[in-house]
């Protein structure tokens, strides 16, 4: 019954080095648009990195030229590489899918879904 699941989530010093992987039901995956959110502590939830079916990505600003977004289509999962990692950083990770996504609309997806989440502990 699991849509979505994370995994590869941890604890690591600055500047270290996570790669989180998400594994989606095939029928989500191929029809809906995929992406990463993180919740800090104190904080709202925010997207971070969105690709749709065709590899097209979206970062935010703050960890723009760190972390990495691709999929395995063949496997249908989802990573997200995350380098040079920063105490702000630290923060549960959650995959999505979604009917909008990266300023697309994918109309053949179902509804809107969300894994349960992967913590990043990064320390100094």
């Known amino acids: 019954q699991v849509q979505l699941a994370e995994s590869g989530g941890g604890s690591v010093q600055v500047g270290g080095s996570l790669k989180l992987s998400c594994t989606v039901s095939?029928?989500?995956?191929?029809?809906?648009?995929m992406g990463w959110y993180r919740q800090a502590p104190g904080k709202d939830r925010e997207l971070v990195s969105s690709i749709s079916t065709d590899g097209t990505a979206t970062y935010t600003d703050s960890i723009k030229g760190r972390f990495t977004i691709s999929r395995d289509n063949a496997k249908n999962t989802l990573y997200l590489q995350m380098n040079s990692l920063k105490t702000e950083d630290t923060a549960v990770y959650s995959c999505a899918a979604s009917r909008h996504s990266g300023g697309d609309f994918y109309s053949l997806c179902p509804d809107n879904y969300w894994g349960q989440g992967t913590q990043v502990t990064v320390s100094s």
């Open positions: 095939p029928n989500i995956f191929s029809l809906c648009g």
